[in-house]
């Protein structure tokens, strides 16, 4: 499995808003900026055909409107589904409506859109040799926040806090992309706290991402005794 990560920051970094591409097709969140570091990244936007969000911040949710604005100018008809929360329709066409007032309209049936709603325990067949399963996750009071587990061992946590779920997780997957972007996790955000407490599990490899700019500077420097952490930077590739 292929995995770009197009952005790795928190809204506090100067990196890009935390995003990845998978195999080419599934991007998992599109925050602010994500859709010009796509064409910087030589990203073929028209491979693009699904687009799965964690949660509606801005940071994760606001070059949905340019995106799709390229698409219908430039792919007409290309096919896209969204997933993601109950609010997640009613957020994209406010969106495509603040964006481009005039011609939101022609933006949104310039692209064949479809609207998959999650609730966190739900199983999405992509292809022959690729799923998607989705789990709830805590962000502290917002509501429908999700994590994406790929083919059952690539996990992704999205914006979520550290509790049982999380560390149950781990032991359940062998590859984690998860926030980092706290020195010390809280109630909204994981630290380096818990991604140490997750790298005692030999087992288990970890990358980092929505990362400060001070917690991407201390991961940098952190020893872990497993060598399981790893600190990607944008438009880093892997393959897992």
């Known amino acids: 499995m292929k995995v770009r990560f197009v952005g790795t920051g928190s809204i506090s970094s100067l990196s890009n808003s935390a995003s990845l591409l998978i195999n080419d097709s599934i991007l998992i969140d599109c925050g602010n900026g994500i859709h010009k570091a796509l064409l910087r990244q030589n990203v073929d936007i028209k491979k693009i055909k699904y687009v799965f969000i964690t949660h509606l911040h801005g940071d994760h949710i606001f070059d949905i409107a340019p995106l799709l604005f390229w698409i219908s100018n430039n792919n007409p008809g290309q096919s896209i589904t969204f997933v993601g929360n109950i609010s997640l329709k009613k957020t994209v066409l406010s969106l495509l409506k603040l964006a481009y007032p005039l011609s939101w309209k022609n933006i949104y049936e310039g692209v064949n859109l479809l609207f998959v ?4 325990l739900d199983h999405f ?9 989705s789990f709830l996750v805590h962000h502290g009071k917002l509501e ?5 587990i790929i083919n059952g061992m690539y996990a992704i946590t999205g ?3 550290y509790d049982n779920n999380i560390l149950e997780l781990s032991h359940s997957v062998s590859h984690l992309i998860c926030d980092c972007t706290r020195k010390v996790g809280d109630s909204s955000h994981m630290g380096i706290d818990n991604v140490k407490t997750l790298a005692s599990d030999s087992n288990l490899t970890i990358y980092t991402t929505h990362m400060g700019v001070n917690s991407k500077k201390i991961l940098a420097s952190t020893y872990f005794p497993n060598h399981n952490v790893f600190v990607p930077s944008d438009s880093d590739i892997i393959f897992i």
Do not use: Q
Request: charged share 30%.
């Open 159 to 161: 914006d979520c806090s």
């Open 125 to 133: 067949k992509i292809a022959d040799n690729l799923y998607v399963d």
């Open 144 to 148: 429908g926040c999700f994590g994406y």
């Open 117 to 120: 709603k999650s609730e966190g």
